[in-house]
């Protein structure tokens, strides 16, 4: 054996057993070539199960990370559609689910339903935030409802537990009332879009690509968009038996997500062309989803760990919620987030 290199290798060995020891693998490298090199000996599963919803993933229709688990021998399962959030987080719970993307409110309302339980949902890392206007409180062009205010006692229309929640929930607490003040009529995403098509609801709180296609078809007004309130726009999020036993896979997700991400961005048209084949949404329609939605991810940072915190405290003073949780129990630790999150997320 080549003696130049028998330091080398076995400093290699010794990392190994250091970071096997805590759990973490930190090797990986940012090119598919030295991922392969550095994972061949880890005790990778078979499948990663990566959860969506139906307003889409760009990850998903990029078909962007199934190369590169294909050479690590992990065959990639993708689990849904699932109508939101908070059914998401649910099979999350039930193993059906590894890795996933919801918004803000779901994680609090999970916690929040499971006192003295740690949490299995972990958050991974933030979303660059909208500006707002691919979500609303919308009524018909023609209702007698004018503003916000004028939502007491009326009929709305939303998924409970999800961001259009927090919608609703902040836009009412800027005119003085509460969620109490107002019916719940409490469906999945597009139940709710129905509902209100369907004169079954006073006003409906949604976001694209549902918005978008509404705003198309049906003559309506934004009585508030999420501009100031939409400040986290949600989460990567895993479970946590999966994400502590197999961060280099972990990462290797979140690198290609990012990757995609920053691509949509800079170039929403590309992204339109799908939504148009998988949302069977018109062309006009598909370029504005496209260029309202925001796709690049943040670390998670004790900023946005006290912002998130500040989500769940309005939720339990609002009465929305029934205890006061703590955000930090689904966060990770420093060593750990070194592990998973890769060098081109900031």
Aim: charged content about 20%; overall charge positive; cysteine-free.
């Amino acid at each position: 054996m080549n003696k130049l290199f028998q330091p080398q290798r076995r400093t290699v060995l010794k990392r190994i057993v250091q970071y096997s020891a805590l759990g973490l693998f930190t090797l990986l490298s940012p090119l598919a070539g030295s991922v392969m090199q550095s994972t061949q000996a880890l005790p990778n599963p078979k499948v990663i199960n990566l959860g969506y919803q139906s307003s889409g993933d760009i990850v998903k229709s990029k078909k962007a990370v199934e190369p590169i688990f294909k050479a690590l021998g992990v065959t990639v399962n993708w689990v849904g559609p699932f109508a939101a959030g908070p059914q998401l987080i649910a099979a999350l719970n039930k193993g059906q689910v590894d890795i996933g993307t919801v918004g803000e409110t779901p994680p609090i309302f999970d916690q929040a339903a499971r006192p003295g339980f740690i949490p299995e949902v972990v958050y991974l890392t933030g979303r660059t935030p909208s500006d707002g206007t691919n979500q609303g409180i919308v009524v018909k062009a023609n209702s007698p409802i004018k503003k916000v205010a004028d939502l007491r006692g009326k009929k709305i229309a939303f998924q409970v537990g999800s961001n259009a929640q927090y919608l609703l929930a902040k836009a009412l607490k800027e005119v003085g009332l509460k969620i109490s003040d107002i019916q719940i009529v409490a469906l999945t995403p597009t139940q709710a879009r129905d509902a209100f098509i369907q004169d079954k609801a006073d006003a409906w709180v949604g976001g694209d690509p549902l918005l978008a296609a509404v705003e198309n078809t049906t003559p309506i007004r934004v009585l508030r968009n999420a501009a100031g309130i939409n400040i986290l726009n949600g989460f990567y999020i895993g479970r946590r038996g999966f994400v502590t036993q197999n961060p280099q896979l972990v990462r290797v997700f979140l690198q290609e997500a990012e990757k995609v991400g920053e691509a949509a961005e800079k170039n929403p048209s590309d992204y339109a062309k799908i939504l148009v084949d998988e949302q069977k949404l018109a062309p006009a329609v598909a370029l504005k989803v496209a260029s309202r939605r925001t796709y690049k991810l943040k670390k998670i940072t004790p900023a946005i760990v006290a912002l998130q915190q500040s989500v769940a405290d309005f939720y339990f003073d609002e009465k929305v919620i029934s205890r006061r949780i703590d955000i930090k129990q689904g966060i990770l630790s420093d060593l750990q987030y070194k592990a998973i999150v890769p060098d081109n997320i900031k």
